[in-house]
């Protein structure tokens, strides 16, 4: 298990806006028309509302809040991946598809946002990575070559063997070893927008990372039978949720926690060895991302 990211919000509601009018700036050079009544601009208008006078004293003042910290986490994506080559299609997805982020509902915006927040993290962890088919490609040096790395978002269990059938096919067609990427937001925020109480990181990050002990637990068997026919060295498994931890600063913020599966021990060469270097990858993207 690797630690957990929980710094989304690293930066003043000031600088939030600033981040926001730098990202819808940037749309506008690069061609990307932000419809203003699209959910992301008005994701984006939380962020100018709670940067108002006297904001605090508003009734929905917390609901706002969470929407800002959803907008930045869009922010953030969106201003990593403009103007990276291969990112066009997945940036036009999420800022023109529906993306409600309190929601369960299947969305190619929701999506467009794991693919390029994971590439994000990648890449602010120090990783060569791309935007290519499958979704995103990692270069993992030593002379193990390029890595595919299939994104799936999961919104039913009954649906999860069927997605990583998808990526195994995906990492075929393209010629690449790699692994299944898995989000399981949609799975865990059966709450919306209600944050995960907890007193302490450490009791936040057993919580979660019990829940994708379980979803591993309830597919392990078609997680297998991919990994030892050779389709796949391996899935990740990524949570992202809104915590409240009451002695953070903020308390109320963004945390992240991935999981990977198999144990590299039961790889052989050279998966195991793509795998660890994966693996590496994963535990520097988590530090910084």
Request: with cysteine.
């Amino acid at each position: 298990m690797s630690d957990f990211t929980h710094r989304q919000l690293r930066t003043s509601i000031p600088g939030a806006l600033a981040k926001v009018e730098h990202v819808t700036e940037a749309l506008k050079i690069h061609g990307v028309k932000l419809n203003p009544i699209s959910p992301v601009a008005l994701l984006f208008d939380k962020v100018r509302e709670l940067n108002e006078p006297d904001v605090k004293d508003r009734d929905d003042y917390d609901d706002l809040f969470l929407e800002c910290i959803e907008a930045l986490w869009i922010a953030e994506a969106l201003g990593f991946a403009i103007g990276e080559p291969g990112s066009k299609e997945a940036v036009n997805r999420l800022v023109r598809k529906q993306i409600d982020l309190s929601g369960q509902e299947p969305s190619q915006g929701k999506d467009a946002l794991w693919e390029l927040d994971l590439f994000r993290r990648l890449r602010l962890g120090g990783a060569s990575a791309r935007l290519a088919e499958p979704d995103i490609v990692l270069p993992l040096g030593a002379g193990l070559g390029d890595y595919g790395i299939a994104c799936k978002k999961v919104y039913e269990e009954s649906g999860v063997d069927r997605a990583l059938e998808q990526g195994c096919r995906q990492l075929k067609k393209h010629g690449l070893p790699g692994v299944v990427a898995f989000n399981l937001d949609d799975l865990i925020n059966k709450k919306g927008r209600e944050p995960v109480p907890a007193q302490t990181r450490e009791e936040l990050q057993g919580k979660v990372e019990q829940r994708a002990k379980e979803f591993v637990t309830s597919h392990v068997d078609a997680m297998r039978k991919w990994v030892q026919s050779g389709k796949c060295d391996g899935v990740l498994i990524s949570v992202s949720v809104v915590t409240k931890i009451p002695n953070d600063t903020p308390s109320t913020n963004l945390a992240r926690i991935p999981v990977l599966h198999p144990d590299p021990a039961v790889l052989d060469d050279p998966a195991r060895a793509r795998f660890v270097a994966f693996r590496r990858c994963v535990d520097q993207a988590t530090k910084v991302g």
